[in-house]
């Protein structure tokens, strides 16, 4: 069986992209073929490098066009694309051609807390302006509406009456840490 390659597009600080190179290094049946960010200050670019994978560091412009994301996609043979805290819209012309192809993470229980303008702190923000009892991750494909594509899995957890955006995030990471690379291995080998 030929392997399931991925491409993995991140714009921060890449400890999902680390969690998830980390879970596939020598996997039997799915490989991580490069890494591929639109911001070339993010911590994620040494941590790519530092692992040997292949990082492609291109401009917003680029990325805005999805003529060349597919063909960079294509010309690696890639079977799924994985948001990894990309920061960036998926160009709808892209979503296209890997219809139900790519996976993206959100760091709250969707539809709550998604949308346009809530990614990053601004989630996490708002889940504790809100006074929520349990936040948690949604792992869902992408479609051309912000966080609407089809579920795939979700996973919850409780919020502290202390809890800080700094212990929030720490929790939220480990939440995705421990189940995002299972999820997408189930879901690219199904
Ligand atoms: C994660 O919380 C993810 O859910 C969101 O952005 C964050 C990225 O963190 N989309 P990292 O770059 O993987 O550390």
Redesign the pocket.
Known sequence: MNKVRLALF?S??????MSILDYFKDHQHVEIVFVLTNNPQAL?VEKAQAFGVRIDVLSNEIVENGNILSTICEAAAIDYVIL??YLRKIPADFIHNYPQKIIN???SLLPKFGGKGM??DNVHKAVLAESEVATG?TIHFVNEEFDKGELIAQFSCALAADETLATLKEK??AL?QLNFPKVIEKTVLN
């Open positions: 991140a921060g600080t890449g400890s999902n992209v994620v990894a805290g993470i959100h760091p990614y990053g991750i939220i990471h995705e």
